[in-house]
C-alpha cells in the first residue's frame, strides 16, 4: 500500500550539494510548493508534499543534488505503519472522532440569579425554547434564544446564555412585579358575572339595583354608581360615584358520569424480570427488555454519574408481565368508580370557581351498557365585578 | 493576502515585525543559508538578512520568510 495521493501526507527531505538555489528554483518552476526550507550546514531541508516526492527526485538529478527522506508525516503514512493493525485503527478512529465530538453536546447546565422562579420551571421554560441537556450547541444561538426568552417571559428582566465547553451557563434578573393599581375614584357599576340568584349582598357604596332571592343574568348591573341627593326644596341631584360591595350567588351544576360494565382485565404474573436502561444526555439506551408489549414497567434503582463528556445515568427496571380477558364490574364496582370520579371532578370545579358548596346529591342509573351517575351541586360564589362607565 | 493593484508583476513587500516578510511576484530563489535569503525580483535582486532565516512556505506568487529580520536590501540586477 502506497500512501494515497489524496490523503494528506508530506515529507521532510534533506536536499545536499552546490547548486541549492537552482534545485529550489527548479522545485517552484515544476509546481512544486515546498515549505519550511531550512539551511543546515551546507544542506537545506525542506518539506513537500509526498504526492511530488517523485518530481523532485528528478529535479535533484537534473541538478546534481542529493536528496535523503528524514521524515514522513501524514495520515496516509500513519495508515501505512499500522496497515497489520487495521481493525484497531479502524475500532480507535471512530472512538476518537466520538471523543472529539462530545464537548461539541450541551451536556449540563448551570444557572445563577433564581429567586423566585424555580430551577425545575427555568429548565420547563428553556426546554420548550428548544434548549436542553444533550443538545448539539451548533443548533443553539444563545443571542437569539435569550432574547426570544425575555419577549416570552415577563418575569424575566434580564438573560443571558453563554456556552463554556459543554457546560451552557444561564445568568438571569427576574423582574419585580408591578403593583396593582386599583381605581376607587371613577365612576363604575357592580355587574354579575354570571346567571344565577342572589344569595346575599352588602352595598359598601352605590345603589343596589336586585335583593336577595332575584334572578340575574350575566352582565346585569346588580350596584348601580350612583345615589340621588335631594335638598331642602326637594330637587334631586344625581351624583356619580365608584359602586362597589359584595354580591354572592346561588347556582346548580350537574356533574354526569358513566361507566361500561365490560372491561378488559389486567392479570399480573407473579414473576417479574430485570432490565436495564442507560440514558446519556437525553438519548436512552434500553440494554434489557425481556418484553415488548403487555408489561408493566417500574423503576427499582437509579445511579447517576457526572462525567467530563457529561451525565450518565443508569436505571434498573422490573418489568411483570401480564396478560388480559374480557370481564364485568359488578353494581358496587361500578359505583365506586363513579364516585371517584365525581369526587376528583367537583374538587376541580370548587378549585376553579374559588366557591362554597351549599348543597350536593348524588344519583345513579343503571342502564343496559352500565351505569350513569349524576351529581347536582349548588353552589355559591362571588359573582359582582366592577365594571367603569 | 493577495493584491490586486494597477501594479500587476510589481514586486511587492510586507513586513511584520522584524521576524515575518511576505513577498509577492517573486522569479527565482537564488540563495539560501540560515543568514541570508537573496530573491531575484522583477529588474532587482532583494536580500533578506539575518539570524535563523527559513523560507516558511512558497506558492506561485508569493513567498514567505520568516527569522530574525536584521535588513532588507534591494540592489538593481546587474545586465549580464
Same mark, same amino acid.
Given at each position: 500500500?502506497?500512501?494515497?495521493?489524496?490523503?494528506?501526507?508530506?515529507?521532510?527531505?534533506?536536499?545536499?550539494?552546490?547548486?541549492?538555489?537552482?534545485?529550489?528554483?527548479?522545485?517552484?518552476?515544476?509546481?512544486?510548493?515546498?515549505?519550511?526550507?531550512?539551511?543546515?550546514?551546507?544542506?537545506?531541508?525542506?518539506?513537500?508534499?509526498?504526492?511530488?516526492?517523485?518530481?523532485?527526485?528528478?529535479?535533484?538529478?537534473?541538478?546534481?543534488?542529493?536528496?535523503?527522506?528524514?521524515?514522513?508525516?501524514?495520515?496516509?503514512?500513519?495508515?501505512?505503519?499500522?496497515?497489520?493493525?487495521?481493525?484497531?485503527?479502524?475500532?480507535?478512529?471512530?472512538?476518537?472522532?466520538?471523543?472529539?465530538?462530545?464537548?461539541?453536546?450541551?451536556?449540563?447546565?448551570?444557572?445563577?440569579?433564581?429567586?423566585?422562579?424555580?430551577?425545575?420551571?427555568?429548565?420547563?421554560?428553556?426546554?420548550?425554547?428548544?434548549?436542553?441537556?444533550?443538545?448539539?450547541?451548533?443548533?443553539?444561538?444563545?443571542?437569539?434564544?435569550?432574547?426570544?426568552?425575555?419577549?416570552?417571559?415577563?418575569?424575566?428582566?434580564?438573560?443571558?446564555?453563554?456556552?463554556?465547553?459543554?457546560?451552557?451557563?444561564?445568568?438571569?434578573?427576574?423582574?419585580?412585579?408591578?403593583?396593582?393599581?386599583?381605581?376607587?375614584?371613577?365612576?363604575?357599576?357592580?355587574?354579575?358575572?354570571?346567571?344565577?340568584?342572589?344569595?346575599?349582598?352588602?352595598?359598601?357604596?352605590?345603589?343596589?339595583?336586585?335583593?336577595?332571592?332575584?334572578?340575574?343574568?350575566?352582565?346585569?348591573?346588580?350596584?348601580?354608581?350612583?345615589?340621588?341627593?335631594?335638598?331642602?326644596?326637594?330637587?334631586?341631584?344625581?351624583?356619580?360615584?365608584?359602586?362597589?360591595?359584595?354580591?354572592?350567588?346561588?347556582?346548580?351544576?350537574?356533574?354526569?358520569?358513566?361507566?361500561?360494565?365490560?372491561?378488559?382485565?389486567?392479570?399480573?404474573?407473579?414473576?417479574?424480570?430485570?432490565?436495564?436502561?442507560?440514558?446519556?444526555?437525553?438519548?436512552?439506551?434500553?440494554?434489557?427488555?425481556?418484553?415488548?408489549?403487555?408489561?408493566?414497567?417500574?423503576?427499582?434503582?437509579?445511579?447517576?454519574?457526572?462525567?467530563?463528556?457529561?451525565?450518565?445515568?443508569?436505571?434498573?427496571?422490573?418489568?411483570?408481565?401480564?396478560?388480559?380477558?374480557?370481564?364485568?364490574?359488578?353494581?358496587?364496582?361500578?359505583?365506586?368508580?363513579?364516585?371517584?370520579?365525581?369526587?376528583?371532578?367537583?374538587?376541580?370545579?370548587?378549585?376553579?370557581?374559588?366557591?362554597?358548596?351549599?348543597?350536593?346529591?348524588?344519583?345513579?342509573?343503571?342502564?343496559?351498557?352500565?351505569?350513569?351517575?349524576?351529581?347536582?351541586?349548588?353552589?355559591?360564589?362571588?359573582?359582582?365585578?366592577?365594571?367603569?362607565? | 493576502?493577495?493584491?490586486?493593484?494597477?501594479?500587476?508583476?510589481?514586486? +511587492?513587500?510586507? $513586513?511584520?515585525?522584524?521576524?515575518? @516578510?511576505?513577498?509577492?511576484?517573486? =522569479?527565482? #530563489?537564488?540563495?539560501?543559508?540560515?543568514? +541570508?535569503?537573496? $530573491?531575484?525580483?522583477?529588474?532587482? @535582486?532583494?536580500?533578506?538578512?539575518? =539570524?535563523? #532565516?527559513?523560507?516558511?512556505?512558497?506558492?506561485?506568487?508569493?513567498?514567505?520568510?520568516?527569522?530574525?529580520?536584521?535588513?532588507?536590501?534591494?540592489?538593481?540586477?546587474?545586465?549580464?
Amino acid at each position: 500500500m502506497r500512501p494515497k495521493d489524496r490523503a494528506y501526507a508530506m515529507v521532510r527531505v534533506k536536499a545536499s550539494g552546490t547548486q541549492i538555489p537552482r534545485f529550489l528554483s527548479l522545485l517552484l518552476a515544476r509546481g512544486i510548493m515546498f515549505q519550511e526550507a531550512k539551511y543546515e550546514a551546507g544542506s537545506v531541508q525542506l518539506t513537500i508534499p509526498a504526492r511530488q516526492y517523485r518530481q523532485a527526485v528528478a529535479c535533484a538529478k537534473k541538478t546534481g543534488i542529493r536528496l535523503r527522506i528524514i521524515s514522513k508525516k501524514g495520515v496516509a503514512f500513519f495508515l501505512f505503519r499500522h496497515r497489520r493493525r487495521k481493525w484497531t485503527v479502524l475500532l480507535v478512529l471512530p472512538m476518537l472522532i466520538i471523543v472529539g465530538l462530545l464537548p461539541h453536546f450541551v451536556w449540563r447546565i448551570d444557572m445563577e440569579g433564581l429567586e423566585s422562579i424555580s430551577q425545575v420551571e427555568m429548565l420547563r421554560r428553556l426546554e420548550e425554547a428548544g434548549v436542553y441537556e444533550g443538545m448539539w450547541q451548533g443548533d443553539l444561538d444563545t443571542a437569539q434564544k435569550a432574547r426570544e426568552l425575555l419577549l416570552q417571559y415577563e418575569d424575566l428582566s434580564w438573560l443571558s446564555l453563554s456556552l463554556n465547553g459543554a457546560v451552557l451557563e444561564v445568568a438571569l434578573a427576574e423582574a419585580v412585579p408591578a403593583p396593582e393599581m386599583v381605581d376607587r375614584q371613577s365612576p363604575a357599576d357592580v355587574v354579575a358575572t354570571q346567571t344565577c340568584v342572589v344569595y346575599s349582598m352588602v352595598t359598601e357604596s352605590g345603589t343596589p339595583l336586585v335583593r336577595q332571592g332575584d334572578v340575574v343574568q350575566e352582565g346585569e348591573v346588580l350596584i348601580q354608581g350612583q345615589y340621588t341627593l335631594v335638598n331642602d326644596a326637594g330637587e334631586e341631584t344625581v351624583v356619580d360615584t365608584h359602586a362597589s360591595g359584595q354580591v354572592f350567588g346561588k347556582r346548580s351544576v350537574r356533574l354526569t358520569e358513566s361507566i361500561d360494565r365490560a372491561y378488559i382485565k389486567q392479570n399480573w404474573g407473579a414473576k417479574s424480570y430485570g432490565g436495564v436502561k442507560i440514558w446519556v444526555g437525553n438519548w436512552q439506551i434500553t440494554l434489557r427488555n425481556p418484553f415488548r408489549k403487555q408489561e408493566q414497567e417500574a423503576e427499582i434503582e437509579e445511579k447517576s454519574w457526572e462525567l467530563p463528556i457529561g451525565p450518565i445515568s443508569w436505571n434498573q427496571m422490573e418489568y411483570i408481565p401480564y396478560t388480559e380477558e374480557e370481564a364485568d364490574y359488578s353494581p358496587e364496582e361500578m359505583e365506586s368508580r363513579l364516585t371517584e370520579r365525581l369526587e376528583i371532578r367537583k374538587a376541580q370545579l370548587l378549585a376553579e370557581s374559588d366557591g362554597v358548596l351549599l348543597r350536593e346529591e348524588l344519583k345513579l342509573e343503571e342502564t343496559a351498557e352500565g351505569m350513569m351517575a349524576y351529581l347536582d351541586l349548588v353552589l355559591m360564589e362571588e359573582i359582582g365585578e366592577t365594571q367603569r362607565r | 493576502m493577495q493584491h490586486t493593484s494597477i501594479w500587476q508583476n510589481e514586486p +511587492l513587500l510586507d $513586513l511584520e515585525g522584524n521576524h515575518f @516578510v511576505r513577498l509577492e511576484n517573486y =522569479q527565482s #530563489i537564488l540563495e539560501l543559508t540560515d543568514c +541570508l535569503v537573496r $530573491l531575484k525580483m522583477k529588474g532587482y @535582486v532583494y536580500e533578506i538578512g539575518g =539570524q535563523n #532565516i527559513q523560507i516558511r512556505s512558497v506558492t506561485k506568487r508569493e513567498i514567505f520568510v520568516e527569522g530574525i529580520i536584521e535588513q532588507i536590501v534591494i540592489r538593481k540586477e546587474e545586465a549580464k
